[in-house]
């Protein structure tokens, strides 16, 4: 499969873009069309040969390109695949998830068959029989932003392709520390923060499913009770694919005292995705889920948040705003948002949550 940009025209012949989309030529003949000079978190270019060139390693693709990746894949969805997408937001488009997910899933269904071909040819040559582990794949990206249906989406269209068909899915806020633990430490409005989670547990879980170990344990967070349910666990079984969701999935490793570093979560990554939108969209999307789930979740007696449930709407709204404006707007910009340029793939929401480009990572 080839990624071009639509306007590129197919790559027969001399491959040159349409002169105003025509990269800048160097000594060593012209840069690819299909760089991302515009990503304003691309790193400087990498190479010093040439003052005027611009690199990235980053593949883009805009929305039309991504979305005609869809019609060389044969629709693999049935009215059973349909009504449970449905079930993950009643707000997800069947459009969305045709044009955009489903050739992200292809995409990663490549990248899960190119990495059993490197094991065999890595065995071959080591003369070892070693056996495949899960092909994990971070979801990363501020509160709100779509995490958790991106991740829900793709574990149930991975499970279309015949390499990956057993997908499990594990959201870090299984490891937030609980809230006494929270509490003892003075860190319960830093939930999300990186310190508000038990990162050793988390590196450790990962760590273990990677290294191939038949049954994994993770614990299990309530948004309803805002808090870890200790008699519940997520069990991860040596799955194909397991997709690892969470803020900070993507956070560099820690410097120790000594200057030295350990590992990251990152490390034990195959592939790795950043859900992206700009700020005020997402504190929008905050807001308004906040504002629906003041007649769904909150309205349960059992709810931490029931409380929020006699607000009126106008307190309610005012609420959420300074949720996002305490915790969750400064998490993004301290910790969050610089990690993005550490992912594999980025996706570009709009404001009405459909994706308007795709970053990918040269190979
Ligand atoms: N692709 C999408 N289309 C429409 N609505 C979406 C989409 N992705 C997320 N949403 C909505 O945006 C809000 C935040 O999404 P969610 O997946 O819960 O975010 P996160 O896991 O990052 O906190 C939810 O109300 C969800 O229904
Ligand atoms: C539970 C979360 C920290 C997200 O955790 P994640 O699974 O991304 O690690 C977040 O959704 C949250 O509850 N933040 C606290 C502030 C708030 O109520 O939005």
């Known amino acids: 499969m080839s990624l071009h940009s639509p306007d590129e025209g197919p790559r027969a012949g001399d491959g040159q873009p349409p002169a ?49 990746l869809a019609d060389t894949i044969e629709q693999p969805l049935n009215q059973d695949d349909v009504d ?28 899960v068959e190119s990495a059993a071909q490197l094991r065999a040819s890595a065995n071959d040559f080591l003369g070892e029989q070693t056996r495949r582990t899960p092909f994990v794949i971070g979801v990363a990206g501020s509160v709100a932003v779509g995490k ?68 994994v344990t993770a614990p299990k ?5 805002y808090d870890i349910i200790p008699e519940e666990k997520v069990v991860v079984r040596r799955p194909d694919v397991l997709i690892v969701e969470g803020l900070n999935v993507l956070q560099p490793a820690r410097v120790r005292e000594d200057g030295t570093t350990g590992l990251a979560l990152s490390d034990f990554f195959d592939f790795s995705i950043y859900v992206d939108a700009k700020q005020r969209h997402i504190e929008q999307w905050y807001v308004d889920r906040f504002m629906r789930w003041r007649y769904g979740a909150f309205a349960d007696p059992e709810s931490y948040f029931h409380q929020y449930s ?22 993004l910009r301290e910790n969050i948002q610089p ?21 990918l990572r040269k190979v």
């Open 148 to 215: 958790s249906t991106t991740a829900r989406v793709l574990q149930e269209m991975l499970r279309r392709w015949p390499s990956t068909p057993r997908v499990e899915l594990v959201t870090t806020d299984g490891f937030l520390y609980p809230n006494a633990e929270l509490k003892r430490r003075g860190i319960m409005d830093r939930k999300g923060f990186p310190e508000a989670y038990d990162r050793r547990a988390l590196l450790r879980m990962v760590s273990e499913v990677k290294s191939g170990k038949p049954e």
């Open 221 to 225: 967070y309530s948004h309803l009770k």
């Open 339 to 359: 990690t993005r340029s550490r992912a594999r793939l980025v996706m570009s929401k709009s404001e009405d949550h459909s994706v308007s480009r795709v970053l």
């Open 310 to 331: 006699y607000l009126t709407d106008e307190e309610a709204r005012a609420r959420a705003t300074d949720i996002w404006q305490r915790i969750n707007g400064p998490n």
């Open 84 to 111: 449970r997408l449905r079930g993950i937001g009643e707000h997800l488009s069947l459009n969305e998830v045709e044009q955009i997910y489903l050739p992200l899933s292809r995409l990663l269904s490549i990248y």
């Open 20 to 68: 105003e989309r025509r990269a800048p030529t160097t000594a060593t003949g012209p840069i690819p069309a299909v760089y991302s000079n515009t990503a304003p978190w691309a790193s400087s270019p990498p190479f010093e040969e040439s003052p005027n060139a611009s690199y990235s390693p980053f593949v883009e693709l805009d929305r039309q390109a991504w979305a005609r």
